[in-house]
């Protein structure tokens, strides 16, 4: 993108291992606070059932951490979300770790990938980059 202004872009680096065990403590955390239950409202309000058909233009399966619940129903021909049991809930939540797992690495080499990002370790360095790019 060219820009008549001169931009310094930063991206924090973190060890993978760190940022699965956040993406894993979050799920749990969603879960707790009702991200099934959030996913039941949306479907009961736009009458989303578990079908290839509902796959199509579906804001709900376009959504990580949403889709999980409508690819699982299909898979395992469920034919209404209300039939999920504690261990459907347990995959469900796997499968959305894994999900987000993948979709952090795939950012991450992205990131990598663009040249006028600098992966930082912490505030130091970035002070540091702020420095050398002011001077």
């Known amino acids: 993108i060219k820009s008549k202004y001169q931009i310094l872009f930063f991206s924090p ?15 749990e955390k969603m ?3 009702g991200l099934f239950e959030e ?10 059932q578990p079908s290839k058909q509902s796959k199509k233009f579906n804001v709900l399966f376009e ?11 299909i898979k395992n021909r ?3 979300f209300d039939q999920f049991n504690q261990i459907d809930l347990e995959k469900i939540k796997y ?5 987000v797992k993948n979709y952090a690495r795939r950012q991450t080499a992205w990131y990598k990938k663009m040249k006028n990002i600098i992966m930082i370790k912490d505030s130091n360095q970035a002070k540091k980059e702020v420095e050398k790019f002011l001077s």
Do not use: G, H, P, S
């Open 13 to 27: 680096k973190f060890d993978r291992q760190q940022v699965y065990k956040i993406i894993d403590k979050n799920i």
């Open 31 to 33: 879960f707790k606070k």
């Open 39 to 48: 996913f039941l409202e949306l479907a009961n309000k736009y009458k989303i």
């Open 63 to 73: 959504t990580l951490a949403y889709r999980e619940f409508i690819d699982y129903a």
């Open 78 to 80: 469920i034919k209404n």
């Open 95 to 99: 499968q959305i770790k894994k999900d």
